[in-house]
């Protein structure tokens, strides 16, 4: 064996070789716990390596290798890399390395992060021997919106079609359920029938009989109309006498800083005087896009509407301004906002200690609401197991607006 190992790798690597064969044969001799990991054919790579475990009472030889060497991720997927292993054990002693973080992160679990576009290699590494996957991230497809509403919305391939389809028929009807303060739109089938429903609405519609039930159609338009209590509204579409959509009053004429903060939270009750109250993004929606002549019926029943009723954007009394969240106009000091988090900050934690994702943690929508009971977090955190660990913290709040945010948490080895 000697001269054969000389003959390989020359008088002094052979010396060195046999120094280790003979560790090697000590450690097993004496039940030390040595894992061996071989290259992706298995045993014939010449870089096996000797790594030392923690179990003192247990040796083998492992073999691994990264299944993958090339995927495509999106920017925002999470996953874990397959990998191949002679026994579980072994995924415990594998290490983890990305060669840009800030495109592919990876933790101690193995779980994968594609964060933006680009490309990252990610490396399992066991002592002098590694195995590596090139990650290409793809820009997302989905791409949130910035809303402004708080409509609910279905059926956009037939509604597309509809819009496309050159046809004389009105594209919408409406439908509003006094009882439960929702409006729903319709757009018709192939048989001509107003029954796809395609957004759906919150209202504030009267008490009692005073939104009569009925069929009517939309007769007139004013950007802004006196009401009833000297007060004005925005976006007005009449459609039964004195009986109208508009947004919720204002108490200034063309003052859109005036809304009634009240009444806006208010939505989703019966507390008008008979008109069909509705966020300024709705009336404004069934202003640019209802014609006259389109159809509406107004009628009562326990059910919503095939899609619900949607939430409201409420109005936070501790802020000073008065305007309608969902206002697009450029003036709206909401216009540009978003949800935001507090406390999603890095932070260090020990080895075992407990540990709550949600500690500290709060969410407030684009008007200031605390919405924290809607935070999801992805990603987790093994305190048993010291590394950096990746949470992705994120938001949604009722006009659709969206943030997040990552946060990492080092373990440190106790």
């Known amino acids: 064996?000697?001269?054969?190992?000389?003959?390989?790798?020359?008088?002094?690597?052979?010396?060195?070789?046999?120094?280790?064969?003979?560790?090697?044969?000590?450690?097993?001799?004496?039940?030390?716990?040595?894992?061996?990991?071989?290259?992706?054919?298995?045993?014939?790579?010449?870089?096996?390596?000797?790594?030392?475990?923690?179990?003192n009472n247990t040796f083998g030889t492992y073999v691994f290798t990264l299944q993958d060497k090339k995927i495509t991720m999106k920017a925002g997927d999470i996953g874990s890399?397959?990998?191949?292993?002679?026994?579980?054990?072994?995924?415990?002693?594998?290490?983890?390395s990305s060669s840009d973080r800030d495109t592919v992160f990876v933790d101690p679990e193995g779980r994968v992060f594609a964060l933006k576009k680009g490309k990252a290699t990610i490396t399992a590494t066991a002592g002098y021997?590694?195995?590596?996957?090139?990650?290409?991230?793809?820009?997302?497809?989905?791409?949130?919106?910035?809303?402004?509403?708080?409509?609910?919305?279905?059926?956009?391939?037939?509604?597309?079609?509809?819009?496309?389809?050159?046809?004389?028929?009105?594209?919408?009807?409406?439908?509003?359920?006094?009882?439960?303060?929702?409006?729903?739109?319709?757009?018709?089938?192939?048989?001509?029938?107003?029954?796809?429903?395609?957004?759906?609405?919150?209202?504030?519609?009267?008490?009692?009989?005073?939104?009569?039930?009925?069929t009517f159609s939309?007769?007139?338009?004013?950007?802004?109309?006196?009401?009833?209590?000297?007060?004005?509204?925005?976006?007005?579409?009449?459609?039964?006498?004195?009986?109208?959509?508009?947004?919720?009053?204002?108490?200034?004429y063309e003052n859109p800083d005036s809304v009634e903060v009240k009444d806006y939270n208010g939505l989703g009750k019966s507390i008008s005087m008979g008109c069909v109250r509705l966020a300024v993004a709705d009336a404004k929606w069934i202003y640019d896009n209802c014609p006259e002549g389109t159809t509406v019926r107004v009628y009562e029943d326990d059910i919503d509407g095939p899609l619900g009723t949607p939430p409201s954007m409420k109005i936070n009394t501790k802020k000073s301004t008065s305007w309608?969240?969902?206002?697009?106009?450029?003036?709206?000091?909401?216009?540009?906002?978003?949800?935001?988090?507090?406390?999603?900050?890095?932070?260090?934690?020990?080895?075992?200690?407990?540990?709550?994702?949600?500690?500290?943690?709060?969410?407030?929508?684009?008007?200031?609401?605390?919405?924290?009971e809607k935070v999801k977090v992805k990603g987790s955190v093994n305190t048993d197991k010291p590394g950096e660990y990746l949470l992705r913290y994120s938001v949604k709040d009722d006009m659709g607006r969206s943030i997040l945010k990552d946060r990492i948490i080092t373990v440190k080895e106790s």
């Not at 190992?5 to 008088?11: A, P, T």
């Not at 890399?81 to 983890?96: P, T």
Request: hydrophobic share 30%; glycine share 8%.
């Open 1 to 55: 064996m000697k001269d054969y190992v000389r003959d390989s790798f020359g008088n002094k690597g052979g010396k060195v070789v046999l120094v280790v064969f003979f560790v090697l044969l000590i450690a097993l001799s004496v039940g030390g716990a040595v894992y061996v990991f071989n290259g992706n054919k298995l045993f014939e790579d010449n870089q096996s390596v000797v790594r030392t475990t923690n179990d």
């Open 81 to 96: 890399l397959r990998f191949k292993a002679d026994d579980n054990k072994a995924k415990d002693a594998i290490e983890w």
């Open 129 to 214: 021997y590694s195995s590596s996957c090139e990650i290409t991230v793809k820009k997302s497809k989905k791409q949130e919106g910035w809303g402004y509403s708080t409509a609910y919305t279905s059926n956009k391939a037939i509604l597309e079609k509809n819009k496309n389809s050159y046809s004389d028929s009105n594209l919408y009807s409406i439908d509003v359920n006094r009882k439960k303060n929702c409006v729903t739109v319709y757009t018709y089938n192939k048989n001509g029938k107003y029954n796809v429903a395609v957004r759906s609405m919150v209202c504030s519609c009267g008490q009692g009989d005073a939104t009569p039930t009925g």
């Open 218 to 252: 939309i007769y007139t338009k004013t950007r802004w109309q006196p009401l009833f209590g000297n007060v004005y509204g925005q976006y007005v579409t009449g459609f039964n006498g004195d009986i109208l959509f508009h947004s919720v009053p204002y108490e200034e």
């Open 324 to 372: 309608d969240p969902t206002d697009d106009d450029k003036r709206n000091p909401y216009y540009k906002k978003q949800p935001a988090f507090k406390g999603v900050e890095d932070s260090a934690i020990d080895e075992g200690e407990q540990f709550d994702e949600m500690k500290g943690i709060k969410a407030e929508d684009t008007a200031g609401n605390d919405i924290t």
